[in-house]
């Protein structure tokens, strides 16, 4: 059968590399298994080998969660400018950023699946065999436009991979609308996210209109900020050339959304810190701390510090245009944002609680060694669509039958032959 | 429907678990018939009147078996024409807690590791209510009432616009129609999406499996109540529905030395809670939020 022979041969693809190829995938399915045993584990014994609380009931699982859901919306945002700007080239573009969208919405998934205290009652969230309570809860949007987003993502760069392994034009008039689609959706996932902590009167830390904004400033940062590195990661492996040019552009946007996400959290503080009302407490929890209570202020400090060095090497084409400062400023962005939107939002909001308790929440190992296992899954999960992904693009990885055509450059020169057709120009 | 074995929705759930099952994530304890039927169980509103007797008689089995004690689950309904509201004289409560402990007996809380308190009494400085920030919750003296404080006792407010309903993602918290906001405990599938909506922290997680001492266990339960819970689920303060629903006050009622909590019908103009509205200044918890709680505190002095 045809699929089960594509299937094999990508199977081969995965399995066969290089050292260093054997060496980082194992390395992650190590750092994944530590994670799992954590797990178990946790499902065994419960929560309460978490850190968190009754006072601080959501804790790091939540906070990478939403951080990821950032980076997945972003990476899949990055295909405005990529059109806009001409990156060469696009067709590349298109299908290692929405591969990547789609990793880090599994890790998102999977993130948020770590967190249920009963993960074998998931089915009650499903579609009509369960009862999700669509529309009144925020939760049940997110699991709706979240697996959407996710299934969108695999869907559109395995087609496109599938029409170039046999060599043919993608259908324009299909596939341009769904990458077309995916772009408010992305925008939706973090929307909806961001609506998620938004929509709680409860928590005045989070029921600010700014917040929603917010997200999506600091998601174009932390987003393409990591693009900016994976792309110089595949150019050093493989043979796509993804132009320089490209990635100083990127950096230029990112100094745009830094700049946006540093005056909306400047209008965040100015708004709590003058108007000093008793919805002050989580944010002088945050950025000064609340008598004894301070584990977060040297965090927050130092993402504000690092956000605003990485604007100032993003603004400056003589940081930008020099690989090593780009790289520095890029990871910047990545720590200071993740420090920003992770702890530094979803704990400010739980401390104090409601009823004014203040209880310091550290993540324990437990939590660690769990969220580094799914990052490691999902790091591990874009690698493999990458064994596969780039031979592909490339044209190295098709059906047989055009294999033997390509050694005979006379029926090459075919129309439909030709795999690497300029998507949407 | 009736004469069908199996509709769609179970076929696909049985296929649902088998995958689950395969995954291994249920481990071999899935394999039994208890497990299988408990994962497959309804959601509460959903079931049948034979369902909920199948579901009652095996957890009673399994609470006899777990606790060596007799239980006995009731899943009576509201009663028509009751809608139970609780007041809460401020200036009687001396800040003993008798009403805390009374509750974690009555109610079958874990007891440590984690410790599950529904009521939370705060302690306040006077001249200064509605700023809880300033609130201690771990006050320990010699003897209360101290001398320039203020006891604020806070449970759930049973909101009759309850933002922990709204944002449950899977409906497994509701308000019943005598208005208890109740939790289906083997609904819930433990996100605590609801204890970040309550303004009232009145939700409270089972961290681990309960511990309760088998010679503390109460028996008589309410499905929707103070049956034993497992880990890793929500749960709350029902203003005592086992109880209240067979025409018993609430444990911290009864338990309360100082008279200060009332409790009773709001639909009934008879009844002393109207009463307390109608004659005394009650005000509600964050009435700027628009909950509307059916707790009410007012100062008899």
């Known amino acids: 059968m045809e699929a089960w022979r594509f299937f094999k041969r990508t199977l081969v693809l995965v399995l066969k590399g290089r050292p260093a190829y054997y060496i980082w995938c194992f390395l992650l399915i190590a750092v994944f298994s530590i994670g799992l045993k954590f797990y178990f584990n946790q499902v065994n014994e419960g929560l309460i080998v978490t850190n968190m609380r009754d006072q601080v009931s959501w804790g790091l699982y939540i906070a990478n969660f939403t951080y990821l859901v950032g980076v997945a919306a972003a990476a899949v945002l990055l295909v405005i400018p990529a059109y806009i700007y001409h990156f060469e080239p696009i067709k590349e573009i298109v299908v290692l950023g929405e591969l990547f969208a789609a990793s880090s919405m599994i890790m998102a998934l999977m993130l948020v699946f770590m967190d249920l205290g009963r993960p074998e009652r998931f089915w009650h969230l499903i579609p009509f065999i369960g009862k999700l309570a669509f529309p009144q809860s925020l939760l049940a949007w997110d699991v709706l436009v979240l697996n959407g987003y996710l299934f969108l993502n695999i869907f559109i760069p395995v087609y496109i991979l599938v029409k170039s392994y046999y060599r043919q034009e993608p259908n324009k008039r299909f596939i341009i609308p769904l990458i077309l689609f995916s772009i408010p959706m992305a925008v939706g996932i973090h929307t909806v996210t961001a609506f998620l902590y938004n929509g709680l009167p409860a928590r005045p830390f989070w029921n600010a209109s700014i917040l929603a904004p917010r997200f999506l400033a600091s998601a174009f940062c932390s987003g393409p900020a990591i693009i900016i590195i994976i792309f110089q990661a595949i150019r050093a492996i493989s043979n796509i050339k993804i132009k320089d040019e490209a990635l100083f552009k990127i950096a230029e946007l990112i100094a745009y959304a830094m700049f946006l996400n540093l005056f909306l959290m400047g209008a965040e503080i100015f708004k709590e810190f003058y108007s000093d009302t008793i919805h002050l407490a989580p944010i002088t929890y945050l950025y000064k701390g609340i008598g004894d209570h301070r584990a977060l202020v040297p965090w927050i400090w130092s993402s504000f510090f690092l956000n605003v060095a990485a604007f100032l090497m993003f603004l400056l084409p003589a940081t930008r245009r020099r690989i090593i400062t780009l790289n520095i400023a890029c990871l910047f962005t990545i720590v200071g944002i993740w420090i920003e939107k992770g702890i530094g939002f979803v704990l400010p909001g739980f401390t104090p609680d409601p009823l004014g308790e203040i209880y310091e929440y550290i993540p324990n190992l437990t939590e660690f060694a769990i969220s580094l296992g799914i990052w490691a899954l999902g790091l591990l999960i874009f690698t493999l669509f990458m064994k596969v992904a780039i031979p592909i693009v490339r044209g190295d990885f098709v059906h047989s039958r055009h294999e033997k055509k390509t050694l005979q450059p006379s029926l090459s020169k075919n129309a439909g032959i030709e795999g690497k057709g300029n998507l949407g120009e | ?301």
């Open chain 2, 1 to 301: 429907m009736a004469d069908k074995l199996y509709t769609r929705r179970d076929v696909v759930k049985v296929i649902s678990f088998s995958l689950l099952a395969g995954s291994g994530l249920l481990g071999s304890s899935c394999v039994n018939k208890e497990a299988t039927e408990e994962f497959l169980q309804r959601h509460y509103l959903e079931m049948t009147e034979d369902e909920k007797k199948r579901v009652v008689k095996r957890l009673e089995e399994r609470y006899r078996k777990d606790y060596g004690v007799k239980f006995n689950i009731s899943t009576e309904a509201a009663k028509k024409g009751t809608l139970w509201g609780y007041g809460l004289d401020l200036s009687r409560c001396i800040g003993c807690r008798r009403c805390v402990y009374a509750c974690v007996r009555e109610n079958n809380n874990s007891r440590h590791d984690p410790q599950v308190h529904l009521i939370r009494v705060l302690r306040l400085k006077k001249g200064n209510l509605i700023n809880l920030e300033h609130s201690e919750h771990y006050y320990n003296p010699e003897h209360v009432p101290e001398e320039g404080f203020i006891y604020m006792p806070v449970q759930c407010q049973h909101c009759e616009n309850p933002p922990c309903v709204k944002v449950c993602p899977v409906k497994a918290t509701w308000k019943e129609p005598d208005g208890l906001v109740v939790v289906d405990y083997n609904w819930c599938i433990g996100c605590r999406y609801c204890m970040a909506a309550c303004p009232y922290k009145g939700r409270v997680f089972n961290w681990a499996e309960p511990k309760i001492p088998k010679e503390e266990i109460n028996g008589e339960v309410h499905y929707l109540g103070n049956r034993p819970r497992m880990k890793n689920v929500v749960e709350k303060c029902t203003f005592c529905i086992q109880r209240v629903r067979s025409g018993r006050y609430p444990a911290c009622v009864e338990a309360c030395p100082t008279g200060t909590r009332k409790f009773g019908n709001l639909l009934d103009q008879e009844s002393e809670i109207r009463y307390l509205i109608e004659n005394k200044r009650v005000f509600r918890l964050k009435e700027d939020l628009n909950t509307e709680p059916k707790f009410y505190y007012f100062f008899s002095l």
